[in-house]
């Protein structure tokens, strides 16, 4: 079945710090990708998604991530983050599942960047 | 604004006890869906209408019906309440499918006691 793995649950960081986030999906055809903030208290929100083309993508708030497809990964990266980066991180991939299209979503990473 | 409207944001109900969960968009979005977000379990899709006049199962769609009322309008209820409904909901709308990223409603944060 087709999952999405996101392997740091937990990452602390300080303030300009750069980040990485991991992100590997288990599906073989064609994908796309994209990973969503949950700023604490609030909704999720898109932050960036891959469809085609240059892999690597440009989002909002500095964020970017690099779709490299012979290791299934989508990893998320921030060359310095902020204490306003402080949120929750979910990476999602829509791939097909039996006859139909389904968007699955990883379990999140909780960021906490200290001033 | 533009956006995905949910109500109420916050409700506390007896087990037992039904209620509906609200959700408007107003983006001219085919599609709407429905999750619940757990602690440690990431987002699960209840249920979702890919158009107007469809619906269907998500993951965990027990303890839950929906009714796409309209384009704008997507309404989740549970008849009988139980504990394990706990959970914080979000609706969410796109315009075609999954192909696209999803715009979300501010949640609705729901206490089953």
């Known amino acids: 079945a087709q999952s999405v793995s996101q392997h740091n649950h937990h990452v602390i960081l300080s303030e300009a710090a750069s980040l990485e986030l991991g992100c590997n999906y288990s599906?073989?055809?064609?994908?796309?990708l994209f990973w969503y903030v949950q700023y604490p208290g609030q909704h999720l929100q898109l932050l960036l998604k891959y469809f085609s083309g240059d892999p690597l993508v440009k989002g909002i708030k500095g964020f970017e991530a690099e779709f490299i497809k012979s290791k299934f990964s989508f990893n998320l990266r921030k060359p310095s983050v902020q204490w306003s980066d402080t949120a929750e991180y979910f990476c999602a991939v829509n791939a097909w599942a039996g006859n139909n299209r389904k968007l699955i979503w990883g379990l999140g990473t909780s960021l906490a960047v200290n001033p | 604004n533009a956006g995905v409207t949910q109500t109420p944001k916050f409700q506390v109900l007896k087990t037992g006890q039904s209620m509906t969960l609200q959700c408007a968009q107003d983006m001219n979005h085919n599609s709407m869906y429905w999750y619940r977000q757990d602690p440690g379990m990431g987002l699960r899709l209840i249920y979702y209408?890919?158009?107007?006049?469809?619906?269907d199962k998500g993951e965990v769609p027990n303890g839950y019906n929906v009714s796409r009322l309209n384009k704008r309008e997507f309404s989740l209820r549970l008849e009988s309440a139980a504990p394990s409904q706990t959970s914080v909901y979000f609706c969410?709308?796109?315009?075609?499918?999954?192909?696209?990223?999803?715009?979300f409603g501010s949640g609705t944060r729901l206490t089953v006691v």
């Open positions: 969410a709308s796109n315009l075609a499918g999954q192909l696209y990223g999803y715009t």
């Open positions: 209408s890919a158009s107007e006049g469809t619906t």
């Open positions: 599906y073989g055809g064609t994908v796309n």
